[in-house]
């Protein structure tokens, strides 16, 4: 990697850490934190941050890869295991990343661009490089890196061969923006804008303003808007300062919007008592608002405005985007749109990294322009970087990355430009492979993900997997210390999908998975999924394939318990997991009270099993009125597992708790929980429109066609819809048959077109059915939201009289799912 290194002892006196350094000659070029994610392992500084589990097996792992070199909690005592490795010992190892980042900084003296506010900080930062770029050598945040953690990463990237720096800070609750303050040291300040209080952790709004406001803090210039200050009583930071609004007395007031320009907004703004104009090539009200804010910094730097207006002319859209689809050939296509650079590559080579469905990676690669640093270097960067994320072949595009062609020691091809490629692509071997396409902008890789990716029926599930990482740590952060977590993955995972949910369950490292019947666990198998799977129906026409796949089954008779046993005994198996479901209530699965004593006899005797788990199901976790018969199932539970645990002599990890059981009754946490409907979104606990939950799955469809009746003309089959005024009615591409219930219809169900929720009209269809649009902006091949973050599953539950799980899980497989990371 091309950075400044520095020595382990520098790196201690900035730290101000203990412990002895063995091995002085190591030095740092590379900061880490997550064993799963590491590069450059030879000049790497682990950081091994609190409040993660297990963080031991981290540094392990960590060690294991080739890092030598780690930040660690005084308290930690592993050190002696790895004789070889330095450890550096502090207080808080997330202030020492930090403290060495700041200092870092301090080596560059060009000016550096802060960005924060509450929404729009990774547009306006890549308007900004975009706009910028023209001029000036720019280090800028990859993607939305604007954490605590984030952003010293981001500020590491700093060298010498760039002449900007451009970093977002996003905080979410007081006392954090002092430390991204230290650690970008910003000369130069822009502020959004400031949403609501009450969403971003704070009471009022004007704590929030304050606190946003430290990161400017003797900045040389502020750009801002006076209406996000308003009622701010503390100082305006900014020895210079720039002010832009719409109507109102600022530097940049723009006084006039047309959009009659086709795709364009054409804006007027008095600066400096002239009109200017500009023309934007967005329409929507927060690109607006995000470009003038663009543009007041560029004309508070003093650049010339008519090359501001030039540039701002040709802006074009940050798609943040990383999607996985289903490709040709049995292939899986990773599409990365965000703007090529070594630090995005390698966030997606990640990613690509994480998926063991195909037993080959391949990367199409275009050659990336503006790097700012010399083409050999970039390119042995990238050489190394293929290597230790395991890519297996690379397909370059571009003359540049061509000529570097012998850098590289994976398979390879290269073609000069991306119409080549696509001429010849048919030459190219493509089958049962993971393909990341990367390209910069100007090589439009767009094309090549239309052939590679299969033909969309423009109905798709969009399945957000940040949102369920994050679902997944918020219940991580509700576990007792050492309690395990299984996953549910049946059903396709509540209807979200298959190997791709478990891949990243399993590089999140969840503890187990459970499916409902073996054929689901199977499939995982094949998409090279590790992880322990438990199977909760088991039968015994399928027990020895899911034996030959290291399937657990949940044995839940006696009768089963025997077949099972039966068949380990003929294929010489001992030892083998199984895992005990007992009825406590719900009296659906499981053994009995009075089959205890006989089960235990059996198991005693059978040394080809042993049991891994007991567990049992609560019939309603979920509501108040229900907790003294939750109670009494905890407590049967716990009394049986007791005598289980006794008689076997052995312990056995215990579960019980759902989703809404883990947080309502930590007490029934035992040694593992088993969350379901709470990873992907959706807690009765929380009450609806408050949940810390985020959103994991959107429904997506489109209008074919658009048509205008006269009050009394019917719509659909039985003509079972009548217009009662006259009006518009859109026909969008979705139906019974995709999963959306036939009682939805004739107005029981609802869809957002356009950011109106408009209700059907008339008899569902198979493929199709009818909204009525009347009164509101539509247009043929507009997009329509069947269910979002705005119009829930659980608003299509409450229109059904039904749970979302059945929404969710009826979803039909014919509706294309379509993963993606922003
Ligand atoms: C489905 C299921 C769960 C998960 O329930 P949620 O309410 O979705 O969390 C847990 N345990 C068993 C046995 C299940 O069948």
Same mark, same amino acid.
């Given at each position: 990697m091309y950075h400044i290194t520095y020595s382990l002892e520098e790196i201690k006196n900035v730290i101000q850490a203990e412990g002895n350094?063995?091995?002085?000659?190591y030095s740092v070029r590379t900061l880490a934190f997550d064993s799963r994610k590491l590069v450059d392992e030879k000049y790497a500084l682990f950081f091994a941050l609190?409040?993660?589990?297990?963080g031991d097996l981290y540094i392990k792992e960590a060690y294991q890869e080739g890092v030598r070199n780690f930040v660690v909690h005084?308290?930690?005592?592993?050190?002696?295991?790895?004789?070889?490795a330095n450890f550096l010992l502090v207080d808080d190892t997330l202030k020492a990343l930090q403290d060495l980042v700041a200092k870092h900084r301090k080596n560059f003296s060009y000016p550096v661009i802060a960005i924060t506010g509450s929404n729009g900080k990774t547009i306006v930062k890549e308007w900004l490089y975009q706009l910028l770029g023209h001029e000036k050598n720019i280090i800028r945040s990859p993607?939305?890196?604007?954490?605590q953690i984030g952003v010293p990463l981001s500020v590491?990237?700093?060298?010498?061969?760039?002449?900007m720096g451009i970093f977002e800070a996003g905080i979410s609750?007081?006392?954090?923006m002092t430390a991204l303050k230290n650690v970008i040291r910003p000369s130069i300040g822009v502020l959004t804008n400031i949403g609501e209080?009450?969403?971003?952790?704070?009471?009022y709004r004007e704590d929030k303003i304050a606190e946003k406001l430290i990161l400017f803090k003797g900045v040389d210039l502020f750009v801002y808007s006076p209406k996000y200050l308003e009622g701010y009583t503390g100082t305006i930071p900014g020895k210079k300062k720039f002010t832009w609004a719409f109507?109102?007395?600022?530097?940049?007031?723009?006084i006039r919007q047309y959009d009659g320009y086709g795709d364009y907004t054409s804006l007027t703004a008095v600066f400096k008592g002239e009109e200017i104009e500009c023309m934007l090539p967005f329409k929507d009200a927060a690109s607006i608002e995000n470009a003038v804010c663009c543009w007041a910094l560029l004309l508070a730097l003093k650049y010339d405005e008519d090359d501001v207006a030039e540039w701002i002319e040709e802006l074009h859209a940050v798609r943040m985007r990383m999607e996985l689809k289903t490709g040709i050939n049995n292939c899986s296509i990773i599409d990365d749109?965000? +703007?090529?650079d070594i630090s995005s590559l390698a966030i997606a080579l990640d990613f690509l990294n994480q998926?063991?469905?195909?037993?080959k990676r391949t990367l199409i690669l275009s050659e990336i322009p503006?790097?700012?640093? +010399?083409p050999k270097i970039l390119y042995k960067q990238i050489a190394e970087l293929l290597e230790s994320k395991s890519v297996d072949r690379l397909i370059g595009v571009g003359p540049e990355i061509s000529s570097y062609?012998?850098?590289?020691?994976?398979?390879k091809t290269f073609f000069p430009d991306t119409a080549t490629l696509i001429s010849q692509i048919h030459t190219i071997p493509i089958a049962d492979e993971t393909i990341l396409l990367k390209g910069?902008?100007?090589?439009?890789f767009e094309q090549i993900s239309k052939i590679l990716t299969q033909k969309v029926h423009e109905t798709v599930l969009e399945i957000n997997l940040n949102a369920l990482e994050n679902n997944l740590n918020h219940y991580k952060a509700h576990l007792k210390p050492g309690v395990k977590l299984m996953a549910m993955v049946k059903a396709f995972s509540y209807g979200s999908g298959s190997f791709e949910i478990a891949n990243v369950l399993q590089f999140n490292r969840v503890d187990y998975l459970a499916v409902a019947y073996a054929d689901e666990g199977i499939s995982l198998r094949e998409a090279g999924v590790t992880l322990p799977i438990m199977v909760m129906n088991p039968d015994l026409l399928g027990f020895e394939m899911m034996i030959a796949d290291k399937l657990e089954p949940e044995i839940y008779s006696l009768r089963v318990l025997n077949d099972f046993i039966e068949v380990l005994k003929k294929k010489n198996k001992n030892h083998y997991p199984i895992h005990i479901k007992l009825d406590?209530?719900?009296?659906?699965l499981g053994f009995s009270t009075e089959d205890i004593g006989p089960m235990l006899k059996i198991i005693a005797k059978n040394?080809?099993?042993?049991?891994?788990s007991a567990f049992s199901h609560f019939?309603?976790?979920?509501d108040p009125l229900s907790d003294d018969l939750t109670h009494e199932q905890i407590n049967l539970f716990t009394s049986i597992t007791n005598v289980m645990e006794k008689t076997l002599g052995y312990s056995i990890i215990k579960h019980i708790a759902n989703t809404s059981a883990i947080s309502r009754f930590p007490?029934?946490?035992?040694d593992m929980v088993r969350l379901g409907i709470g990873l992907y979104?959706?807690?009765?606990t929380y009450p609806a429109h408050k949940s810390p939950l985020e959103t994991v799955a959107r429904l997506k469809t489109c209008i074919s066609q658009i048509r205008e009746l006269k009050k009394g003309d019917t719509v659909g089959y039985n003509r079972r819809g009548v217009m009662t005024h006259n009006g518009r009615v859109a026909t969008v591409k979705i139906g019974y048959a995709d999963g959306?219930?036939?009682?939805?219809g004739n107005g029981t169900g609802k869809m957002l077109v356009n950011g109106f929720l408009v209700p059907t009209i008339g008899n569902i269809c198979m493929d199709m059915c009818m909204l009525d649009i009347t009164g509101i902006p539509a247009e043929e091949g507009d997009d329509v939201l069947v269910?979002?973050?705005?119009?829930?599953v659980n608003d299509i539950a409450d229109q059904l009289k039904t749970i979302p799980y059945e929404v969710l899980t009826?979803?039909?497989?014919?509706v294309k799912r379509i993963y993606y990371y922003e």
């Open positions: 350094i063995p091995h002085f000659e609190s409040g993660r589990r297990n005084k308290t930690y005592t592993g050190a002696s295991e790895f004789p070889d993607k939305s890196y604007n954490s590491w990237n700093m060298n010498e061969k760039n002449n609750r007081k006392g954090e209080a009450h969403n971003e952790g704070f009471d109507n109102q007395p600022a530097n940049l007031n723009v749109s965000y +703007s090529l998926q063991n469905q195909h037993p503006e790097a700012g640093i +010399s062609a012998k850098l590289f020691s994976t398979e910069a902008r100007k090589f439009e406590t209530g719900m009296h659906r040394p080809s099993i042993v049991v891994k019939t309603s976790s979920e007490e029934a946490q035992f979104g959706i807690d009765g959306y219930n036939r009682q939805l269910f979002d973050e705005n119009h829930t009826s979803i039909s497989q014919r």
